[in-house]
């Protein structure tokens, strides 16, 4: 049973550009969470989806965004970069239903690095 | 509104000593608690979880820990520390749709 897979492992990107990540859950996992992990702040919850719904968001400005697609792979977007953006965005992969984290699994995450 | 509290941002321990690291929550509802180990540049590994029934509960490479409703806690131990365990361990209440994370603990290991 393949496992979480977020890509791209690692990006540069430019202060103002926007970026693109993704993540594929484990299949039959219908719930894609994802965090922001930064040395200062820690593991933040960014947004979790289910069944192609947002059901639940962070504390995030709008410039944090998401989707997820029939197939439950899940992308997050941000736009106009700023280098406090520079982090490691994981996602975690559940079914979604019933006790929902008891079955998380995380991906390797998403080095982004903002210069 | 959910919290977690891990005592100690660094623990320092020999190579075979016990390994404790402490881990206090606050929750409104009864909660599920989970260890999780992350190894640099990757992702979070579940250690253990808890949700219901027994309160120790027992996890990989030989880690436990203990859920103690009345202390609100969630310790993590290991009997005798090996240098692979050097990483840095997070404790997680999940609430709703969401883990709570703790700061971590970077777990060195001495030879």
């Known amino acids: 049973k393949a496992g979480v897979t977020q890509t791209p492992r690692y990006l540069i990107k430019t202060r103002g550009q926007q970026v693109t990540l993704s993540c594929s859950p484990i299949s039959g996992h219908r719930s894609v969470s994802w965090y922001q992990q930064t040395p200062g702040q820690g593991l933040q919850f960014l947004f979790e989806y289910f069944s192609e719904t947002q059901r639940n968001k962070g504390n995030f400005p709008g410039r944090f965004s998401g989707r997820q697609f029939s197939n439950s792979r899940s992308e997050m977007n941000v736009s106009t970069l700023e280098l406090g953006d520079s982090a490691l965005y994981l996602c975690?992969?559940?079914?979604?239903?019933?006790?929902?984290?008891?079955?998380?699994?995380f991906g390797q995450g998403t080095r982004l690095t903002v210069v | 509104a959910q919290s977690v509290t891990q005592l100690g941002s660094h623990v320092s321990v020999s190579e075979g000593a016990l390994v404790l690291l402490r881990c206090n929550y606050s929750s409104s509802v009864p909660p599920y608690l989970f260890w999780y180990v992350q190894y640099p540049n990757q992702g979070l590994q579940l250690l253990l979880k808890y949700t219901t029934g027994a309160t120790l509960v027992k996890g990989i490479n030989g880690f436990e820990a203990e859920f103690k409703k009345s202390e609100t806690s969630f310790h993590l131990t290991k009997p005798s520390a090996h240098m692979s365990d050097a990483a840095e361990y997070f404790c997680a209440v999940v609430t709703g749709n969401q883990f709570y994370f703790g700061t971590g603990t970077s777990l060195t290991v001495i030879p």
């Open positions: 975690a992969s559940s079914p979604g239903t019933g006790k929902l984290y008891t079955e998380a699994f």
